[in-house]
């Protein structure tokens, strides 16, 4: 989010989802697209089936790298320097759209110096991928008149997760990607509301609709609506909050929907914060591994049982409408929240959810235009919608970005925090699997989503199985210097010699045990995807 | 009337349709496409026909599969005693319905899933929710967007398998008697029925005929059943549509003639539960998947070819007619874009 805010100005989908599929050429990076978004991959199929080309950046061989007309398997960690590389290949071939740099972007002077000063021979040992396959994507991706960028956590979780964005950003401005339709840089959010919680102020330093909270201006309007004094620092990231231990910064945490006891990396440390806390109350839908360890439990209500707004990652605001009451003692959020509040002295009564839809849009300038009654009997609206009689905004950044000029910010190679090493010799990445989401708090509930995939599997390169005398289905101890987990080989040529992956669904194998808490200087997320691992066949 | 003059058509005019619905749900329960507030038009229960406008236009998204095979039942209770488990088997006595307004795929549908549940071994619980169903049908006289039911001989316009008929001929239907209970239903209310002229024959030969030249989609299922019975399917065909499978079974769900169901045993507390059978498609990898984890079918390359090789090979093979209806709600569903049509047009290629 970070990285799009400083180059345009505003963290989302620049896209809507439908127009990818007329895009000419699709550039994934970092997205395991039809595992994790199939409705999107879907689009992406449908290009390809119209002619389009497809290129996959990833170091395993997702299914959709099958699909692509190129797959470069970079090294973990190594996205910056390919990036460099394919926009040095633009500027040598001359391939970039030097009107739109002129009168859309600043800083480019900064970014042409740092891609001269680049090796592309250095490049290539780098990333292993071979210079001849970054030219061709280079030379598809500029040429074309409608090309779009997808990325995903495979881009944000590294600790130059701003970079790595800010590197995707500048690839499409230097080619005036940027603001037509079917072209554009699409940051694909997961969950269904996650782009409606980061627009709601679910972030430490920001109020709804992203108005900062050491800006007085922005305080002061909330403070005269909220009738209430507002904190004026930024708060606690995620680490920081999870990861203080015992005696560190946070004594009570209130956890909803979330279950940092199997999501965060370094559990081990995160168990200690948990277990050392003086007060913790959780709400789920299920009893998760956090919710047991709380003091205080509240069932929530699902979606099915609730009525409001989800934003998904197009931007889109869309209803929900409750359709059965809520089962047995469950209550939805907002009702906890309320009584919560009501609890605690400060009185809330809204009548509906949409009476805080019109509380969302009198605060949050983004959603202004945006009602319940506007909502019925459509597909939404997608934000920005500034006033009651705006359509919505399908693609941003239109005629000019929301900061203004297209900011290039230049970024070299960073290391990821921890290599692999003789001790460690394995690359450990992780993600997500088709059939289950999360944590599987909801979907491990389900006997035929379990019967698909029950299980975490390592997947292994049949060299390093060779070497390790493995075979699938052996039983594997799977350490790193934080921790360590018995799991299952899978042998696949889908990974790189020297790297292991697998999925974090299963609480049974707490693989984030292992993973390390280095994190992003400037959207502090954590590095999920590299770290060093060692394996002992059981 | 008598008897044997009942099986000539009738004429009942649209003025006179809702009450005469309104009779039959004097003895039956009924149930007919509606479209609701979200503006789905979907089969469902018709508790008072004044308040719900039965959508008589377009297709229904779900078929009657439901209604006859819901996609979850309980099929027996257990208790743990100290002699092992003790099943009871949950009866059902399901209300006599009629299904109205069933279009000819949905309605050749049921008439494959009647020979899969009652054909060798009788299926209880289908059997008793089947055996007090009467199906009333409408020919269709303009296929929808996704139709192909001409080439799967299965529609537009059905001369036999229903109890009773509907042609939509503007003002009026046609109504054609098939089977004995269809039969039934006219004898009890013959009131709004007068006997069909010469003329409104005509109208529906004509209409057939122009639901013939209509279909959207040229899908050559005949030469896809001629390939594969003679093995000319490439493998690569397999591969391709298996590698863009998404897996979600959207296909075998809204399918109207997937049968496949597997059975699972929900406890509620440590010494009882019940056993459900819920809905369970081919192009799961657990489908096939033994204990231990080897799958005979490899699932990344032919996750889908046991789905088509059923519908359009195996079926044929076994009685003689592929169990694919043309009904064209897969093609809408699917979003690796490996339906049946895509297929068929792959197998067709050299």
């Known amino acids: ?93 001359s391939l970039a759209d030097h009107l739109f740099i002129d009168m859309r972007t600043e800083n480019f002077a900064a970014l042409r110096a740092m891609l001269y000063r680049l090796d592309l021979a250095e490049v290539e040992k780098i990333t292993g991928v071979p210079l001849s396959d970054i030219r061709r994507a280079a030379q598809f991706y500029a040429r074309a008149r409608r090309a779009v960028i997808c990325y995903c956590l495979g881009i944000t979780q590294h600790i130059c997760g701003t970079a790595n964005v800010q590197s995707i950003a500048n690839l499409a401005m230097l080619t005036g990607h940027v603001e037509k339709e079917f072209t554009g840089v699409d940051p694909l959010r997961g969950q269904n509301n996650v782009q409606g919680a980061c627009d709601m102020g679910a972030l430490p330093n920001m109020f709804p609709s992203y108005q900062a909270v050491d800006n007085g201006d922005y305080r002061e309007k909330f403070e005269r609506v909220w009738q209430t004094r507002l904190p004026a620092t930024p708060g606690l990231s995620l680490l920081d909050m999870t990861h203080g231990g015992p005696g560190g910064p946070i004594r009570a945490m209130f956890v909803m929907g979330e279950n940092p006891l ?87 009564a809204y009548e509906s959810t949409a009476e805080i839809m019109e509380e969302i849009a009198l605060l949050a300038p983004i959603y202004a235009g945006i009602r319940h009654d506007r909502l019925q009997n459509s597909w939404g609206l997608q934000w920005p919608c500034w006033n009651t009689t705006h359509p919505g905004t399908p693609f941003l950044h239109k005629y000019y970005f929301t900061r203004g000029k297209g900011h290039f910010v230049p970024n070299d190679h960073v290391v990821p925090a921890e290599l692999p090493c003789q001790d460690f010799p394995f690359l450990f990445n992780s993600g997500r699997i088709y059939h289950h989401y999360h944590t599987g708090t909801m979907t491990r509930q389900s006997a035929l989503l379990n019967r698909e995939c029950g299980e975490a599997l390592l997947l292994i390169h049949p060299d390093d199985a060779a070497r390790l005398k493995v075979r699938t289905g052996d039983r594997l101890c799977m350490a790193s210097r934080r921790g360590a987990v018995e799991i299952k080989a899978e042998i696949t040529d889908q990974v790189a010699v020297g790297s292991v992956y697998t999925n974090f669904h299963f609480g049974e194998t707490p693989i984030n045990r292992l993973t390390i808490a280095a994190q992003d200087p400037v959207a502090q997320c954590p590095e999920f995807k590299v770290c060093a691992v060692r394996l002992e066949k059981l | ?52 406008p039965i959508n008589l236009v377009d297709q229904a998204q779900n078929g009657i599969k439901s209604f006859l095979f819901p996609q979850q039942e309980t099929i027996a209770t257990y208790a743990v005693t100290e002699s092992g488990y003790c099943f009871s088997r949950t009866d059902v006595h399901p209300e006599p319905t009629v299904y109205f307004g069933v279009r000819p795929c949905d309605l050749m549908a049921v008439l494959y899933m009647d020979v899969a549940f009652m054909g060798g071994i009788k299926d209880q619980h289908y059997l008793e929710k089947r055996q007090d169903s009467v199906l009333i049908g409408l020919n269709c006289n303009a296929p929808f ?37 269809g039969r039934e239903l006219l004898h009890a209310w013959p009131q709004f029925f007068t006997p069909a002229e010469a003329d409104d024959t005509q109208a529906q030969y004509q209409l057939s005929l122009e639901a013939m030249a209509g279909f959207k989609l ?3 299922a005949d030469q896809a059943m001629q390939r594969l019975a003679a093995g000319m399917v490439p493998e690569s065909v397999w591969e391709q549509l298996s590698l863009r499978c998404q897996d979600c079974a959207g296909c075998a769900y809204i399918c109207p003639t997937c049968t496949c169901f597997t059975i699972v045993d929900r406890p509620s507390g440590a010494a009882s539960g019940e056993r459900l059978r819920s809905w369970d498609a081919c192009t799961f990898a657990g489908f096939t998947r033994l204990a231990g984890g080897h799958n005979p079918v490899p699932h990344k390359t032919h996750a889908i070819q046991q789905r088509f090789m059923h519908k359009l090979k195996y079926d044929v093979d076994k009685h003689g007619r592929p169990s694919c209806v043309g009904c064209g709600r897969c093609v809408g569903i699917c979003f690796g874009g490996t339906d049946i049509v895509r297929f068929i047009k792959m197998a067709g290629e050299e």
């Open chain 1, 262 to 348: 199997r999501s965060d990396p370094s559990l081990t440390k995160v168990e200690e914060t948990l277990a050392g806390l003086e007060f913790l109350a959780v709400s789920d839908l299920f009893l998760t591994e956090t919710a047991a360890l709380a003091h205080v439990v509240f069932p929530a209500a699902s979606f099915a049982e609730k009525s409001g707004t989800f934003t998904n990652t197009e931007r889109r605001v869309q209803l929900v409408r409750q359709a059965i009451p809520p089962l047995g003692d469950c209550r939805t959020d907002a009702d906890i929240i309320i009584a919560l509040s009501n609890r605690m002295g400060y009185a809330m």
């Open chain 2, 218 to 220: 040229d899908v050559y």
């Open chain 1, 1 to 93: 989010m970070a990285g799009l805010a400083t180059t345009f100005g505003s963290g989302a989908m620049t896209n809507a989802i439908n127009e990818i599929e007329d895009a000419e050429v699709i550039l994934v990076i970092g997205s395991n697209t039809t595992e994790a978004h199939p409705q999107i991959a879907r689009r992406m199929l449908d290009a390809v089936d119209k002619g389009a080309k497809l290129i996959v950046i990833d170091p395993r061989r997702t299914r959709l790298a099958e699909c692509a007309t190129l797959h470069l398997a970079l090294k973990s960690g190594t996205d910056i320097p390919l990036l460099n590389a394919m926009m040095r290949v633009i500027l040598d071939e």
């Open chain 2, 1 to 52: 009337m008598k008897d044997d003059s009942m099986d000539e058509p009738f004429i009942l005019a649209k003025d006179h349709l809702k009450s005469f619905l309104r009779k039959i749900k004097k003895g039956h329960r009924l149930v007919a496409p509606v479209t609701n507030q979200h503006q789905d038009t979907l089969f469902c229960t018709i508790n008072n026909l004044d308040r719900v």
């Open chain 2, 145 to 181: 967007a996704n139709c192909f039911c001409s080439a799967t001989k299965s529609g537009p316009f059905l001369e036999s398998g229903f109890d009773l008929m509907f042609t939509d001929l503007g003002d009026r239907f046609l109504v054609e008697v098939g089977r004995p209970k």
